[in-house]
């Protein structure tokens, strides 16, 4: 009995004596430690059985050494095969399961040139197809995900470009409104300053007009009184229609 590490001797154990074994035999599917190799070469039923040593045994993948060589159903070694099901059989599987199969093989010859046969080659040759199929697509795989990179970097500098653009043409646009409102401001200052300075005279002139009112009150003749009432009117009603122009302006925030 074959556990992870250790080999037993199947004839051995059989025996209750528990013995590490020296070597294996696929056919009998146990292990045999040097004096029981003797007597199963020795055996009749088991003289041509093909040993191998346990260590050779060990380094078969699970995928063989659990393979089984006797019929789970009935307890007996499988001897034949069926080319129509493709399986093996025992004596008693042929009697339940394959009675009306046609061409029943013995499994002592069919399985003399399985390690020389065309399907083992074949099925070397799909490994190692797949092998490259496999190495293939991982490499165009790759290939894909480094396409895939330098496109995101070439879109991430093209978004970076056009957003340096619109940073310059913000600044641009900002630079040109701060150049118009200060032409605006320096100019709405200007026409403010020459408008406070005609002002100024009006209030002036203003002034000097009541003045004038109360000394022609005092000392100038009907005459002179009359004609200069008359001189002043047209010249107030400049002055107010300037005035009123000038509010409106103001409030129309047109200062042109």
Known sequence: MASTNTVICGVCESQHTTTNADYWCPECDEGLCSPCLKHHSASKSSRNHEVISVD?????PPSITNISQHCQQHDRKFQNYCPQH?????PLCIQSNHAECVGILSL????QTAKTS????????NLKD??????RVV????????????QGQ????????????INEHLDNLEQQILQDLYAAETKVKSQTEDLLGKLDDNAENVNSMENNILTIKDNASDLQTFLW????ESEIKKMKYSCSLYTTMKVCGRWT
Do not use: G
């Not at 065309?118 to 040759?125: A, F, I």
């Open 56 to 60: 050779n045994y060990k380094q078969l």
């Open 86 to 90: 493709e399986s093996v059989c025992c």
């Open 108 to 111: 002592e010859n069919v399985i």
């Open 118 to 125: 065309v399907l083992l080659e074949s099925l070397d040759q």
């Open 130 to 135: 797949i092998k490259i199929n496999i190495e």
């Open 139 to 150: 490499k165009d795989r790759k290939q894909n995900v480094i396409e895939i990179q330098k």
């Open 154 to 165: 070439k879109f991430h500098d093209e978004i970076k470009q056009v957003r340096k653009n």
């Open 229 to 232: 009432s008359k001189m002043i």
